[in-house]
């Protein structure tokens, strides 16, 4: 059973099958972060249209209980609108609203991005990616290393230790590629 699994990755193709597993993480990973980051931009895009119907202070005055409302149906502020609102003084002498506390405070990356993508995570891609690639390469090696060294354990045929070296070279410059490959998708994930 060894043998088969050695066999295989001492194989030509193999690296490429690892780059396509580190690809397909790389596409997931990309394809998540867009899709999430898309849906908070789409909300964020229609609570600024809510927040320019009310252009100045006094509209915003007159508009605060809509505002709260409709802020309440857009799942992403119902929650900090909430709070926010709870910390707004309404002055109807001087028909103004006054904060008691910065907006940022409330609509924060924290806030609204934290809910729908884990950061934390998501910035922690491209290492993944990284690490995998080394994985592969090393998983590579060691199947390599323990090809040739059957191979150089015959002392006396020059030719077969020759031959032995050789398929470890060969098999180690093609292991190499997941780690390019992996180094490569993390610099790409990094830069979107």
Request: proline content about 4%.
């Amino acid at each position: 059973m060894w043998q088969h699994i050695i066999d295989y990755l001492t194989s030509p193709h193999a690296p490429y099958v690892f780059c396509g597993v580190l690809g397909l993480i790389f596409i997931l990973a990309l394809l998540d972060g867009i899709w999430r980051i898309g849906s908070v931009r789409s909300e964020i895009g229609k609570a600024l249209s809510l927040l320019k119907s009310a252009p100045d202070r006094s509209a915003f005055y007159g508009q605060f209980e809509t505002l709260a409302d409709q802020f309440a149906k857009l799942g992403l502020f119902a929650q900090p609108w909430g709070e926010f609102s709870k910390t707004a003084i309404i002055d109807t002498d001087r028909e103004l609203v006054r904060i008691t506390r910065r907006p940022h405070e409330f609509f924060s990356e924290r806030s609204l991005l934290a809910p729908r993508l884990n950061i934390r995570q998501f910035m922690a891609m491209p290492g993944y990616l990284i690490s995998l690639g080394l994985f592969f390469t090393f998983i590579g090696l060691v199947a390599a290393i323990a090809v040739a060294a059957s191979g150089l354990n015959v002392a006396n045929d020059v030719e077969h230790t020759q031959a032995a070296l050789v398929k470890l070279l060969d098999v180690a410059s093609l292991k190499f590629i997941s780690s390019v490959a992996g180094i490569s998708l993390s610099v790409i994930l990094s830069f979107l």
